[in-house]
């Protein structure tokens, strides 16, 4: 975790998607693994990505992805 994400009490956007370390999504999670992101995402009204012109369009699909796959219809 970065010195920037831990002042805020924030997480990289690996961890706190559940990604592996490419950032991908590579497969459906179980639904216990969903039901643990769903909990945490619960309350949450933004995401905030610092330096958000290194996160590239493949890694902004994935959190797309992961986001519908928690909380499906939205």
Same mark, same amino acid.
């Given at each position: 975790? $970065?010195?920037?994400?831990?002042?805020?009490?924030?997480?990289?956007?690996?961890?706190?998607?559940?990604?592996?370390?490419? $950032?991908?999504?590579?497969?459906?999670?179980?639904?216990?693994?969903?039901?643990?992101?769903?909990?945490?995402?619960?309350?949450?009204?933004?995401?905030? !990505?610092?330096? !958000?012109?290194?996160?590239?369009?493949?890694?902004?699909?994935?959190?797309?992805?992961?986001?519908?796959?928690?909380?499906?219809?939205?």
């Amino acid at each position: 975790m $970065g010195s920037a994400t831990s002042l805020v009490g924030g997480d990289t956007i690996n961890s706190a998607f559940g990604f592996g370390r490419g $950032g991908k999504v590579l497969q459906q999670p179980d639904e216990k693994k969903l039901q643990a992101l769903r909990d945490i995402f619960a309350n949450v009204d933004i995401i905030f !990505i610092d330096e !958000i012109s290194t996160t590239g369009s493949e890694l902004l699909h994935s959190i797309n992805t992961r986001l519908g796959q928690m909380f499906p219809g939205l």
